[in-house]
């Protein structure tokens, strides 16, 4: 990936939006000038949705977030706006630059214990706690947030809706529900991970003169997923091609009943832009796909023998293992024998199972086949077969989805794709992207395995690990946004090209 994208893609906890805020303060803005403009891009975003707000009940919290919330109170009254602050603690309690920002204010404000949202508020703003949440949201600011709720009046929230951790997504408490959030400089965890993204209602990002070099000494590791964190355009072929340049997948098919997977992901890593697709199939099934393949080939694999015969074809770079396949020794075999050859591997559904009493020894094989181009193995479970090779991860509640997936990835040595609304990648070395594109038809039969391929499509083409994940969960999730209603699996792969076109039209980076 190149800075300049995963600069625009970082993703900052608290704790490093806190370095970004003591860096610029520290390089010579002063600490209220910078509140002052995050508390201009409040008001202004505000005037620019809710033309027509008049009345504005503004929450103010103890913290900075009330600092941000008093100074937009004050900007909304001098445009023309009929704000009421309802803080938290009395104005005096408040320290440092929110409590410059209160005496600033000289308009009508009252305890936070007076604030009834019946009282005829077009909008509320939630500044009662952003990235300082410490707790749980109970007692006072808790009645208020459940009062808002009942009242359906629209709120803007300042920096993330009270009750949403900025790094996990996770509740502390009560939660209030936004339309519309306005953060600072970049987003944090939270804004993407659920149940923070539906929380937040649409999330705009201001710039309040931090600068992006601070970036440099933060160093982040956790980004958006988009196209900026993957080559590209990641797959258009050269003109003066070869179908071998785009890499040779294979997908490992299930037995005579359960075919149609290894289809499913095969058809995918096709139009995901692999040059060539083969199924390798046992005797029992090839019938069945030799009645519906056309582009993909078909090879017998019935055991042990027969595979190792079939490796001996070096052009095949990336295996898709796990759709349809069953459970036990031949998966664990197959799996195990893919990297120690020095191919890729996406290990998926029944794949991942097969190794849930002795994931160490598909760790082991994972670690001694990584070489210097990084991982070779990418894991790609939701969270039932997550649960299976992680048990003790997926059991501690003290971890975020992005903990968790980040923790995987260093223990497995390899990427880990922690499906769902909010899919996250993790690659060993701490890097990790949160997926935010998709459509909920995308919970539907089938639909992981479309995703297998896609990402065995990215490996064959020589993307990265990481990279090569990342580029297929947002291929998928952009695929079902062009078909909109009604998708099944199958309608995913027919949307590749119009991905492609697209990802080919943006500036390569
Ligand atoms: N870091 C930055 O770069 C900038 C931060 N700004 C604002 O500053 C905010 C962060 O300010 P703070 O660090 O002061 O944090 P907050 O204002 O989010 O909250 C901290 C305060 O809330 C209290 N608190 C935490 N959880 C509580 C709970 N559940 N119940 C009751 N009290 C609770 C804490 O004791 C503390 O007094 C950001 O969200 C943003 O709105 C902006 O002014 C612009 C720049
Ligand atoms: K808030």
């Known amino acids: 990936m190149t800075k300049i994208a995963a ?55 103890p913290g900075n977030n009330g600092g941000d919330a008093w100074a937009a109170a004050r900007l909304l009254s001098e445009a023309g706006c009929e704000p009421t602050v309802y803080s938290f603690v009395a ?17 009508p404000w009252q305890a936070l214990e007076a604030f009834v949202p019946e009282a005829g508020f077009d909008l509320v703003v939630d500044g009662l706690f952003g ?44 939660v209030l529900r936004a339309d519309l959030t306005v953060t600072f400089f970049r987003r944090k965890p939270g804004h993407l991970l659920e149940p923070g993204r539906s929380a937040c209602g649409r999330v705009i990002v201001a710039d309040i003169g931090i600068s992006d ?24 072929p050269r003109d003066a091609g070869h179908k071998y340049d785009r890499g040779h997948a294979v997908v ?21 832009g692999a040059g060539l697709v083969t199924v390798y199939a046992p005797g029992s099934a090839l019938m069945a796909h030799a009645a519906h393949l056309t582009a993909i080939m078909l090879e017998r694999c019935n055991d042990a023998a027969d595979f190792d015969a079939l490796l001996c074809d070096a052009r095949t770079n990336a295996f898709v293992l796990g759709p349809g396949f069953g459970i036990g020794e031949d998966a664990r075999r197959y799996a195990s024998a893919v990297l120690a050859a020095g191919r890729r591997l996406v290990l998926d559904a029944d794949g991942i199972t097969s190794f849930q009493d002795e994931p160490e020894t598909l760790f082991a094989a994972a670690k001694a086949a990584t070489s210097d181009d990084g991982a070779p193995l990418v894991l790609t479970p939701h969270a039932g077969e997550f649960k299976r090779l992680f048990p003790d991860l997926a059991g501690d509640a003290t971890l975020s989805k992005l903990e968790r997936t980040r923790s995987a990835a260093r223990r497995a040595g390899a990427v880990v794709v922690l499906k769902g609304r909010d899919t996250v990648i993790a690659a060993p070395d701490g890097r990790a992207a949160i997926n935010s594109n998709g459509t909920p038809w995308l919970a539907t039969a089938g639909s992981g395995d479309v995703l297998s391929g896609i990402v065995a499509a990215q490996l064959a083409q020589g993307a990265p690990s990481f990279e090569a994940a990342c580029a297929g969960v947002w291929m998928h999730g952009r695929a079902a946004e062009h078909f909109g209603s009604g998708l099944i699996a199958e309608d995913l792969a027919p949307m590749l090209p119009q991905v492609h076109t697209e990802l080919a039209a943006l500036p390569s980076s």
């Open 252 to 272: 490992f098919s299930g037995g005579m009943a359960r075919t149609g997977a290894a289809r499913l992901a095969a058809m995918a890593a096709l139009r995901g």
């Open 91 to 107: 104005p005096d309690m408040l320290r440092g630059d929110a409590a410059l920002a209160a005496a600033g204010y000289g308009g």
């Open 131 to 174: 990235a300082g949440l410490a707790r749980p949201v109970e007692g006072e600011a808790a009645r208020a947030i459940a009062a808002v709720k009942g009242a359906k009046t629209p709120v803007v929230a300042i920096d993330l809706p009270s009750g949403i951790s900025g790094a996990s997504g996770e509740p502390l408490g009560t």
């Open 213 to 236: 070099s601070v970036l440099e000494a933060i160093s982040p590791q956790v980004f958006a997923n988009a196209p900026g964190l993957f080559r590209n355009p990641a797959t258009s």
């Open 7 to 61: 600069h625009d893609l970082a993703l900052l906890d608290p704790v490093q939006m806190a370095e970004a805020d003591r860096l610029t303060i520290a390089g010579g803005m002063a600490g209220i000038a910078l509140m002052e403009r995050a508390a201009t891009a409040v008001a202004g975003t505000i005037r620019r949705s809710f033309p027509k707000a008049r009345r504005i009940a503004v929450l103010a919290g």
